[in-house]
């Protein structure tokens, strides 16, 4: 990443060049992040090729104002800090679904990311509704974050770890993802990518979904034609919308992403 285009990805999300990689710059990226680029997956339903490049990366998300899945927005996340001076190391994750079943290998991709001022950082801008703020990776107590207590543990062998050292992320005492310490590049998440893409027991590939966070905390969410405005206290208001223009105005106005025809999810009628 040049600096023109590091200039223009920072401007996207309304940061100024930091003179120092440090923790409260890191933080603040963050937040600002999640507050501006939406994680969405419309390129599925769209017909749209995704592909794990940083250039192809910052035209989608920098030059036409999109947003992306985990492996877009962590991975080209991850790109720009380390154009910053941050230390940035991929890593792959397996999502814990309702029944606590572990997904498919690389079905994750998180950050860890090492500050000038000490401390590694585990960052993810990329799994919908999670910390707004970087969690302290060594830390093993609870971390308080407007979106919940989270934990950073070491995962239990006997429940499935391949490796010793696999860490369990855990939200209000529910486990979101079983990290690998490992060190991953953007080239090992293209079959996981792939799979999330095409696969009927991807999720992804069953729902539509644009999602950000508020600046006031709250998040604003579109799934398909549903419209739900979630308050920081967890008020929800939903609205169902019923034209095509309806749905394209929610996601130029609420998202700030233009779109020329509607998504609809594969085999919808």
Not at 12 to 20: L, S
Not at 33 to 38: A, C, E, F, S, Y
Not at 140 to 159: H, I, K, L, Y
Not at 246 to 261: H, I, N, P, S, W
């Amino acid at each position: 990443m040049d600096t023109a285009e590091l200039d223009t990805y920072l401007r996207r999300i309304g940061a100024e060049h930091p003179a120092w990689p440090t923790v409260d710059v890191l933080r603040e990226l963050h937040l600002r992040h999640l507050r501006t680029v939406p994680f969405e997956n419309l390129s599925i339903h769209l017909g749209e090729e995704i592909v794990l490049e940083e250039k192809r990366l910052l035209d989608k998300i920098v030059g036409e104002r999109r947003g992306g899945f985990c492996y877009e927005l962590n991975g080209l996340f991850g790109a720009m800090l380390a154009a910053l001076g941050f230390d940035v190391t991929l890593l792959a994750a397996r999502v814990y679904d309702d029944e606590k079943r572990l997904g498919i290998p690389y079905d994750h991709l998180a950050l860890r990311v090492r500050t000038v001022d000490g401390g590694d950082w585990l960052a993810d801008v990329g799994f919908g509704s999670n910390s707004h703020y970087p969690l302290e990776f060594g830390g093993r107590g609870e971390q308080e974050d407007p979106a919940g207590t989270f934990r950073v543990v070491e995962a239990d062998r006997q429940s499935g770890a391949r490796e010793f050292g696999d860490l369990d992320v855990l939200r209000d005492g529910k486990p979101q993802y079983r990290l690998e310490v490992r060190p991953r590049v953007l080239g090992d998440f293209v079959a996981g990518a792939w799979w999330h893409s095409t696969s009927p027991a991807s999720h992804f590939t069953r729902s539509l979904v644009c999602s950000r966070l508020g600046d006031d905390g709250g998040r604003t969410t579109l799934s398909g034609r549903t419209l739900t405005v979630t308050s920081r206290e967890g008020e929800k208001e939903v609205t169902e919308l019923g034209t095509d223009e309806e749905v394209l105005a929610v996601y130029r106005e609420r998202f700030g992403v233009e779109l020329g025809r509607v998504p609809e999810v594969r085999g919808a009628k």
